[in-house]
């Protein structure tokens, strides 16, 4: 069955502290690892989409790589704004755009 | 391009009443899928439709059933709710090719008292 855990499951950092969260994932094939940033009350706002092991993407202060078994996001000079709460996803091919999610990592960024 | 939109944003049930959710997805976009979240078990999947019928279907009840239109915009019913059924229902569409990904739009929260 496929199965997504990330780690750890809150965060506490300084501005500017950078830091990395991880998501382990466990798939039967893997068609796509998805990055969210889900503010409170709101639904999740994407971030990445990462296809092969090897690949990386970047977005401002954030950077997803993924392997063969985990992802990590990886957040550089952190900013208040920053805080929220980061899902990782996975899509697999034996689930037809049914996206396997793990439970998620609360960032918090204090000034 | 508008995001994907979700009506009602808030709703407050009682136990035994049914409901129904509407999302309109982004232009375009033909498949739309479904997730309950609580803070129990996160985020999870309930049905995906693509070009109004059913591609996928997750672990629920048969109380929660849905539709998609020739629109695109679909909607989602649940019968005789249950407290447990309060949680912030999440739609979200894509191309709805193998690989796309799935933009959300803002959930309704459904609260059964």
């Known amino acids: 069955e496929d199965q997504v855990t990330q780690s750890p499951e809150a965060l506490r950092l300084q501005e500017g502290e950078s830091s990395s969260l991880n998501c382990s994932y466990t798939?039967?094939?893997?068609?796509?690892l998805f990055w969210y940033r889900q503010d409170p009350g709101k639904g999740p706002e994407f971030l990445f989409t990462?296809?092969?092991a090897g690949e990386e993407k970047e977005k401002e202060r954030l950077k997803a790589t993924l392997t063969k078994k985990e992802s990590f996001l990886h957040i550089t000079a952190p900013k208040p704004e920053d805080s929220a709460t980061y899902l990782c996803?996975?899509?697999?091919?034996?689930?037809?755009?049914?996206?396997?999610f793990g439970t998620g990592t609360r960032l918090q960024v204090f000034p | 391009k508008a995001g994907v939109t979700q009506t009602p944003r808030y709703l407050i049930k009682t136990r035994g009443q049914q409901v129904t959710l509407s999302c309109s997805p982004i232009?375009?976009?033909?498949?739309v899928s479904w997730y309950q979240q609580t803070p129990g078990q996160g985020l999870q999947f309930l049905f995906e439709?693509?070009?109004?019928?059913?591609?996928n279907k997750g672990n629920f009840p048969g109380r929660f059933s849905g539709r998609q239109f020739s629109n695109s915009r679909s909607e989602m019913n649940v019968s005789t709710l249950e407290l447990g059924d309060s949680a912030l229902y999440l739609c979200?569409?894509?191309?709805?090719?193998?690989?796309?990904?799935?933009?959300f739009g803002p959930g309704t929260r459904l609260t059964v008292l």
């Open positions: 979200a569409s894509s191309l709805g090719t193998m690989t796309d990904t799935q933009y």
């Open positions: 990462l296809y092969s």
């Open positions: 439709y693509f070009s109004e019928t059913q591609r």
């Open positions: 232009s375009g976009h033909r498949s």
């Open positions: 798939v039967s094939g893997l068609r796509g």
């Open positions: 996803a996975v899509l697999g091919v034996k689930n037809t755009d049914k996206l396997i």
